[in-house]
């Protein structure tokens, strides 16, 4: 098992994930993103999510090659909240083109 730390918007969540189920570090950051994403959402926290989740290994806080970041959308719509997914696409769109 290696513990991943998830880090959302001025939030951050820890989650256990078992290695042998994954082959890429990548994979198992994603699974850690989307665990801790389902356990929020089902508990029904208020939560501040801003536009990207990042996930590390416990231990590995400041390595850039330990760290995986990923778009919110990806996340919500990998747990299956597919509507959620829409809605942050939409507000990262928004934010995008206020930029230009």
């Excluded at 590995?60 to 778009?71: E, F, Q």
């Excluded at 919110?72 to 909240?81: D, H, K, L, M, Q």
């Amino acid at each position: 098992m290696k513990t991943f730390v998830v880090v959302g918007n001025q939030w951050e969540r820890k989650v256990d994930i078992d290695e042998s189920d994954f082959e890429k570090y990548g994979d198992m950051a994603m699974e850690a993103m989307t665990r801790v994403t389902e356990s929020i959402l089902n508990d029904e926290e208020e939560m501040m999510w801003g536009f990207i989740l990042m996930a590390y290994e416990e231990g590995y806080k400041d390595d850039p090659d330990k760290t995986v970041a990923c778009l919110c959308e990806v996340v919500f719509r990998n747990a299956g909240y597919h509507e959620l997914a829409e809605q942050a696409r939409k507000q990262a769109r928004k934010m995008i083109e206020g930029q230009q």
